[in-house]
């Protein structure tokens, strides 16, 4: 347990060094932020984010216009091979009004995508739907703040339940430390959701998998509750990634009776079964992955929609219940709603678990023919 509190400070100085707090921006005197007041303003602030980045943009100083945030690193594959550079490059701007100029490629930031602008071309030209006429999107592959917030999960799952597996080495028949809680949920994990739903025989080829996915969106959720602004299973690529693996495994574990059932059910009259072939492979092969892809990500922005849109409370209901009454209002309905989300963290994170067992174990189940 020593060796993991050893390599946590480790890692916590090792971010701290490679992603230090910075307030960068242009070379040119700052203008003064622009306060979030009204309604739209409100709603745009939280839509954007909400949305993924390349910077963690705490917040913006009004009275200076200075950013603080953590720059992340921009890799991109363009015309001229790989540009690595810090996203501090692009000072905040996201109009696509500073270029960043890689040898003879120049890059802009629009609308949280990076584009490569066309041989020749010194600015951005738009059309009348304000897109990039003279620009064309790169191949993408930045740390990005959903991608940090992965990476940062997978070293603490590692650090974890390395130190569970070593105190299991050693004897331990009492788990000692943060593995004290680690131990009931892999427990609960196994007898409540892995064997009722896959089986007593095959429950445990795919016990890597679902603790796996368990562990990861259950942390992903409780940091999307911290102040820098997680949100990454608010992010329909992630739970997409997720289902998909999930889809994989079912499909390509299944066994001879499930694919009998699925493309020539017995026990139902001949000419239907070409019909009911066609419906059980569109529902397994799309219906059950989007499924699971749309209720993660749907529940869980939705909830960082509403505890930002309490937070705003503050500014909208002011003119109403004045200064104090309004910052009450909204911190009591946003700590309720924090509170609320708590539960909701590790409900959607059992959900998702227990659904995919729940399929692979259709999959995997050896079926009685009925005549």
């Known amino acids: 347990m020593m060796l993991a509190k050893k390599s946590i400070n480790f890692i916590a100085i090792l971010v701290l060094t490679l992603f230090s707090v910075s307030s960068y921006g242009s070379d040119d005197k700052q203008e003064p932020g622009n306060p979030v007041n009204t309604a739209q303003e409100i709603k745009e602030y939280i839509k954007h984010h909400l949305k993924d980045s390349h910077d963690f943009h705490l917040f913006t100083h009004n009275e200076s216009g200075t950013p603080i945030s953590f720059p992340l690193p921009v890799i991109v594959w363009t015309k001229d091979g790989l540009k690595t550079f810090m996203s501090s490059a692009f000072h905040h701007d996201d ?11 120049r890059l802009v930031k629009l609308h949280s995508k990076i584009y490569e602008l066309d041989n020749g071309a010194t600015t951005v030209a738009f059309d009348d739907a304000h897109h990039p006429t003279n620009a064309h999107k790169v191949i993408d592959f930045s740390i990005t703040k959903s991608v940090f917030g992965m990476l940062l999960t997978g070293v603490l799952m590692l650090l974890a339940f390395t130190a569970l597996a070593r105190g299991y080495k050693k004897g331990h028949s009492v788990p000692k430390g943060f593995s004290r809680v680690l131990e009931p949920l892999v427990i609960y994990v196994r007898d409540d959701i892995a064997k009722p739903n896959i089986g007593e025989k095959k429950y445990r080829k795919f016990m890597g998998f679902l603790l796996t996915v368990f562990f990861f969106i259950w942390i992903l959720n409780l940091l999307g509750l911290t102040p820098i602004g997680f949100n990454v299973t608010g992010q329909i690529a992630v739970t997409a990634c997720l289902a998909i693996f999930t889809a994989v495994i079912y499909l390509f574990s299944g066994s001879k009776d499930f694919w009998k059932h699925t493309l020539w059910m017995p026990g139902v ?63 009591v309905l946003a700590l309720f709603i924090s509170v609320i989300e708590i539960l909701v963290a590790f409900l959607q994170a059992f959900i998702f678990t227990m659904l995919s067992s729940l399929f692979i174990g259709m999959a995997v189940e050896e079926h009685d023919d009925h005549h």
């Not at 109009?95 to 490629?105: A, H, Y």
């Not at 209720?295 to 909830?303: D, E, P, V």
């Open 269 to 331: 009259p001949v000419i239907l079964r070409p019909i009911l072939a066609v419906i059980e492979l569109i529902g397994f092969v799309l219906i059950k992955p989007f499924s699971l892809l749309v209720r993660l990500f749907a529940n869980m922005t939705a909830g960082h929609f509403v505890v930002m849109s309490l937070i705003a409370l503050m500014i909208t209901m002011k003119e109403s219940f004045g200064a104090v009454g309004s910052t009450g209002m909204s911190l």
């Open 95 to 105: 109009s696509g009004s500073v270029i960043v100029e890689k040898g003879d490629t």
